[in-house]
């Protein structure tokens, strides 16, 4: 039987019938309905933020957030990250410029941040790795220092706190993904965090058409409401994630016994005073010690029909659209990780002893 490198989490499909039943009475299917206000509601409380705002997905919060903000110029991130960051970033007319990572923890390298600010600078797009969470005080910092804004990419830290502190609080914004592969999904949706009223007005602007009123529409948007069957299962899935990461961490815990004192691995660090959500498994191949490369490892997996995943592999600021325009040279632990890095299977429901088998495979490699 084959294992793949996730597994969407799911309620009982008794519990989403009976939440979407309702539906065929009110035929209200989108346009921010009854299920839509509820999810928004549940999920300012879970997170534990100011203002929460949902979209049909991580993209958009990320893309309508810049607008939102009127951003102009540069914008300081990071190439460690899926292709939604940048191109959010290119897609609305900014110059995404490129910070190395620490090589500890895969987010942006906050001592290298300041050295890349311009008069052109207007923002810093940091992104949560793997669960991992950015120096937010730092970033918080040099914000301030430069009169910069800041958007985090929270795609990956979904229900994660620092020091007690919803990590949907940090930053001007916090965008986040629930897409189908997240530790919590609305099948496709995100949603943006925020503090200030009149982000809150411009956003749902942005995202319903540049609509303010029903006779006004002083604004260009987007269409990116969020659907009533996905807050639906959004609803489902939030009454069952505390479960789901419980069960995610009982994974993580068995990978890193097998595999926490093997010569040439690197993983992912445990970090002090953040509550984590064991979003990701992965390891950081060192081929010179270890005696076999990342890809070797992932060619042996996939032969013994477990998926495995190069992510992020290849850099953003490598890609063929952007060919010629960055130099991956100048974000060179980056590129290190990049060519080692493989994120192992992890879900909820992932056997301890498929997990077993897993590194018996892998430590097999080493040579």
């Keep these: 039987m084959s294992i793949n490198v996730t597994r969407s989490s799911m309620p009982p499909l008794e519990e989403y019938i009976t939440e979407i039943r309702d539906l065929w009475d009110s035929h209200w299917l989108t346009n921010m309905g009854v299920k839509h206000k509820q999810l928004q509601s549940d999920l300012k409380k879970y997170l534990g933020v100011e203002n ?8 958009m919060a990320l893309e309508l957030s810049m607008q939102a903000l009127g951003l102009k110029g540069e914008v300081i991130t990071t190439p460690f990250t ?51 969470v950015c120096h937010v005080e730092k970033i918080e910092q040099i914000a301030k220092k430069y009169s910069l804004k800041v958007i985090y990419d929270a795609a990956h830290t979904f229900g994660e706190t620092v020091g007690g502190k919803g990590i949907g609080s940090f930053g001007d914004v916090s965008c986040f993904s629930f897409h189908a592969t997240k530790v919590f999904n609305s099948i496709e949706g995100g949603a943006v965090c925020f503090k200030g009223k009149e982000f809150g ?70 970090q002090k005073n953040v509550l984590s959500n064991y979003a990701y498994f992965p390891v950081v191949f060192e081929e010179k010690v270890f005696g076999a490369s990342r890809n070797e490892v ?17 850099l953003t600021n490598t890609f063929d659209c952007f060919h010629g325009k960055f130099d991956s040279n100048l974000t ?24 077993d088998r897993i590194c018996d495979l892998i430590i097999k490699c080493k040579r």
Aim: hydrophobic content about 40%; overall charge negative.
């Design 52 to 59: 929460i705002d949902l979209l049909t997905n991580g993209h």
């Design 82 to 132: 899926f292709a939604s960051t940048t191109h959010a970033i290119v897609r609305n007319g900014l110059e995404p410029v490129f910070c190395d990572i620490d090589p500890i923890d895969f987010t942006i390298d906050t001592d290298k941040i300041e050295s890349l600010i311009t008069d052109k600078t207007c923002a810093i797009v940091p992104v949560h790795v793997y669960g991992n």
């Design 201 to 270: 007005e411009e956003i749902y602007r942005l995202k319903n058409f540049g609509i303010r009123g029903p006779e006004i529409v002083d604004g260009v948007g987007a269409n990116a409401k969020m659907n009533e069957f996905c807050a639906a299962m959004g609803i489902c899935n939030l009454r069952h994630v505390d479960e789901e990461i419980a069960k995610r961490k009982l994974v993580v815990e068995r990978y890193r016994e097998h595999l926490e004192n093997v010569d040439g691995l690197q993983l992912n660090p445990i």
């Design 298 to 314: 992932m060619d042996m997996l996939s032969n013994n029909g477990i998926g495995a995943r190069k992510y992020f592999y290849p």
């Design 332 to 355: 060179p632990v980056a590129l290190h990780i990049s060519k080692r890095v493989l994120t192992l299977p992890l879900y909820a429901d992932l056997s301890l002893e498929d997990v």
